[in-house]
């Protein structure tokens, strides 16, 4: 009886160890959020040019345009001037090269490493990137699950692809800024357009001879 006693115990004894081994495995999120959230992080990229009362120096609009092509700027990507003069010549010579990418120069600029020398003005490109940490987490392997909680890989599929397709990374902090139109007239000027234009069945078809002159 004793021996069997013994033997109950132990057996109580290594269930319960397993069973709290298993603990550790358990899923612990019980709201509908995803602890795997969206991380944007920003880079500033810098190029010194040279600048003139007339705007940047001689051949800084051709070394500023083959840093944007190499830069492959984009969409979502933010350009700044640091001109110490605030000439605005300078600043409007920087604009006419972003502005073949579609891009218009934000206000202010950046802190950036050192100081910009007289003569010259620092432009910077800060991008962002948007990505999500920890993914994929399979951490929480046991199938005992006593809170009803999430799966620990829960949102990272939904987060990881939303980060990987929006185009300015920055939106996933705070939103675009509204431009002053909506959607609906966005949309409407293709309708516009179609009802404004002048119907071509009005036109007169002029008269031609099959018979040679």
């Not at 081994?21 to 019980?30: L, V, W």
């Not at 040019?49 to 840093?67: I, P």
């Not at 910009?116 to 392997?141: F, H, L, Q, Y």
Request: hydrophobic share 40%; aromatic share 6%.
């Amino acid at each position: 009886m004793l021996i069997r006693t013994r033997h109950a115990a132990g057996s109580l004894a290594l269930s319960l160890g397993l069973l709290l081994a298993g603990c550790g495995g358990m899923p612990t999120n019980r709201s509908m959020n995803s602890v795997h959230q969206p991380v944007v992080e920003r880079v500033n990229y810098t190029l010194d040019v040279r600048t003139d009362g007339m705007g940047l120096g001689s051949g800084e609009q051709g070394r500023l345009a083959g840093w944007f092509e190499a830069m492959n700027l984009k969409y979502g990507d933010r350009v700044f001037v640091d001109d110490p003069s605030a000439n605005p010549a300078v600043r409007s010579a920087v604009e006419a090269v972003a502005g073949r990418y579609g891009l218009t120069l934000a206000e202010g600029a950046p802190v950036t490493d050192g100081y910009v020398e007289g003569g010259n003005a620092r432009i910077v490109v800060a991008r962002s990137k948007a990505s999500v940490p920890g993914c994929p987490d399979w951490s929480a392997r046991s199938d005992f699950n006593p809170n009803n909680g999430l799966t620990s890989n829960y949102g990272c599929a939904t987060n990881a692809n939303l980060a990987a397709m929006v185009a300015n990374p920055e939106d996933l902090v705070h939103g675009a800024e509204a431009t002053g139109e909506t959607t609906v007239m966005t949309a409407s000027k293709a309708i516009d357009a179609y009802r404004n234009a002048e119907a071509t069945g009005g036109n007169i078809v002029k008269a031609t001879s099959s018979k040679a002159n």
